[in-house]
């Protein structure tokens, strides 16, 4: 029996090995689907309603019609618990396309009915990571221009991300005409003089559910947030810098390419975030104290 072997797949829970889609599927052909990634703390989903509201918002984005998101909740539950992840830390993946049709560029007509898919696996804690921090590269965004759309078109992301692991590093940070986009798979955030920068909402990054959480935890804490565009030439310029999402949580970055940031060890506002996001997820959610102070 496979690891975490049972799926959802079009109404159906049943074994993964069991699970066959259409080579006529438009998400085969096109990548012409959209998904969404939800974390839990032993049992408990962070953030759910947050994600959900997102994976309505890419649907609507490609114009796929699918009417059943008020189920997804009870779909990932079941997930979780059938795949005995109860009391660990996983993640439920969910995936939608367009369906099945014939090849063709134009959107099928009539109401084709929609791929849908979730599996649930493990997602554990970068804790090394998080606690001395990582290092990035820097890339050109070379990805389309709909980022904030979670589209599985995802060739560009895993294109750089690979070159990136390449290099020995965990994330790439991406630049675009300029100025600093995100990361790969993560939102970045930097800080100077106490302040949080990050690049504002758009179609040029997508809106981060831990992203939305950090701006949140800084306006808690009286940390002052600026969302504009980070040229490019002024890395250096910044004490911190720290990226954030459903699997790396908040990380520091410690280094940039080949340049240390700062002294090279975690800044004091990226450590009071984490310790707020601990507090409210693994202590709260999990029931569980993690440490990152030696």
Known sequence: MLQHST???????????????????????????????????????????EHLNRFKDSLSGVKIRF???????????????????????????????????SRTHRFPEGNIEPTVFARAFTMPTYLNEMRDGIRLVTHEDIR???????????????????????QGAFECMLIRNGYITE?????????????????????????????????????????????EPINATKIG????????????EIVPVIKIDDTPVANAKPGPVTRLLQHEFLRITYEELAGEKIVLDA
């Open 144 to 166: 389309w221009q709909w980022c904030n759309i979670k589209s599985i078109a995802l060739l560009p992301n895993t294109i750089i991300f690979e070159e990136a692991a390449t």
């Open 183 to 227: 990361a790969t798979h993560s939102n970045i955030m930097a800080v100077k003089n106490g302040t949080v920068y990050t690049h504002p909402e758009s179609n040029l990054i997508l809106s981060g559910i831990t992203r939305l959480m950090v701006l949140q935890l800084c306006n808690k804490l009286n940390i002052p947030v600026v969302e």
């Open 67 to 101: 009417e059943n998101t008020a189920k997804l909740r009870d779909v990932c539950d079941a997930l979780i618990k059938a795949n005995s992840l109860s009391n660990k830390y996983a993640g439920v993946y969910i995936q939608v396309t367009r369906g099945v049709a």
């Open 7 to 49: 799926i959802y797949l079009n109404g159906q829970f049943m074994g993964r090995d069991k699970a066959m889609v259409s080579p006529e599927d438009r998400g085969f052909y096109f990548a012409d689907g959209v998904y969404e990634v939800v974390k839990y703390y032993k049992g408990k989903p962070f953030c759910f309603e």
């Open 237 to 248: 310029d910044y004490d911190e810098w720290f990226v954030c999402g459903t699997g790396s």
